[in-house]
Structure formats: C-alpha cells, structure tokens
C-alpha cells in the first residue's frame, strides 16, 4: 500500500483494523462450515448408500 497525501499512520491503522475484523469473521464462518462438513463426512460410512448425510443436507439447504 503506497501513502497517499494526507493519509496518516491512524487511518490506516483503522483501515488496518477493518480489515482484520472482515478476516476474523471470515475466518469463523469457515470454521463453522468444517465442524459442519465434518460432522457430515463422520457420518458417511455409518448409513446405507442410498441415506448419505451430505446429499441430505444439501437437499434441505436447496
């Protein structure tokens, strides 16, 4: 990121901080979709072929 005229280091320590928040959130949504998926994938080899817990959840979401 190049300076520009009258930037200061506070705003872009707020664009900064800004950006961290979006990650952090970003970040905690991706973790939720892998506790998800991976509840899913657990339950995988314990139904019958025609029963697979993914393609369920799927359905339900679509």
Known sequence: MAPQDGATCETVQTLAEQ???NVRAKLADLMR??????ELVAQCGSR?????????SL????
């Open 19 to 21: 950006h961290l928040r």
């Open 59 to 62: 359905a339900r979401v679509y």
């Open 33 to 38: 979709i892998e506790t998800a998926l991976a």
């Open 48 to 56: 019958p072929v025609n029963c697979c817990p993914v393609v369920e």
